[in-house]
Every structure is written in C-alpha cells, then in structure tokens.
C-alpha cells in the first residue's frame, strides 16, 4: 500500500512535468528604496563598547574612554548632535556592575539604553 506523501509527490512532479512555462516574461524587480530610510532609524543612535579589558570605546571612530566624567562628556557631545538611544556592546565576560555606570549616566541625559551581549570570538563553537 502506498502511503498519501508518495501519492501527492508523484502527483506534484506530473504536474511540474507537463506545466509550461513562459521564460519570455519580463519581471519587475522592486527598486532599493529602503537604504535612506534604513539609514535615518541610525541617526539617533550612539553606539558604546564595553571590551573585555574593562574600558568603554565610543562611536565608530572607537575613541577609548578613561573616566566615568569623559563618557558622559561623549553622551553628551551625542545627545546635542542628535542622539535619543545608546546601544552598548558589552563583553559577556564584564561583571554587570560596568553595565550600571552607563545606565546611570543615560537615565541623567535622558537617553534610552539598549544592551547587545557579544561573544569573544575563542568562545563561539560550531
């Protein structure tokens, strides 16, 4: 006895065998319109690092910060060009208490904190 999968394949592949198709239709493929907007969501952002040494590293120009005063001069300097969000790129090897600085120096400038844990690249196992 047959089972219903064997049945509905074969009954797919006759279909897909005898189907003819038009390869002379022209497709209209969607223009890239998303990239501006993709890239306005981003203004908004300031992006910090948290190594796994310890120290926290600023924008894309990844300027290292020395003091706790100096990261919020940054935040600052961010929040006046615009930014309302920090993404914080913290080593999962930090204890949490690095974390809370940050958060403290956000909830003072009124920015929003988001948190991305990253791995070391010795830890990632396939």
């Given at each position: 006895m047959l089972r219903l999968i064997d049945i509905v394949?074969?009954?797919?592949?006759?279909?897909?065998?005898?189907?003819?198709f038009d390869s002379?239709?022209?497709?209209?493929?969607?223009?890239?319109?998303?990239?501006?907007?993709?890239?306005?969501?981003?203004?908004?952002l300031a992006v910090v690092s948290l190594d796994e040494a310890?120290?926290?590293?600023?924008?894309?120009?990844?300027?290292?910060?020395?003091s706790a005063a100096e990261l919020r001069d940054w935040l600052a300097g961010e929040q006046a060009a615009g930014a309302t969000q920090v993404r914080l790129r913290a080593d999962r090897g930090r204890p949490?208490?690095?974390?809370?600085?940050?958060?403290?120096?956000?909830?003072?400038?009124?920015?929003?904190?988001?948190?991305?844990?990253?791995?070391?690249?010795e830890e990632i196992r396939p």
């Open positions: 394949l074969i009954l797919l592949f006759g279909f897909i065998s005898i189907s003819h002379s239709i022209a497709v209209q493929l969607p223009e890239a319109g998303h990239m501006p907007r993709l890239q306005a969501e981003f203004q908004n310890g120290a926290f590293v600023c924008g894309p120009e990844r300027h290292q910060v020395a949490s208490s690095e974390v809370a600085l940050l958060q403290e120096l956000c909830g003072e400038l009124d920015l929003g904190l988001s948190l991305e844990i990253i791995r070391r690249a």
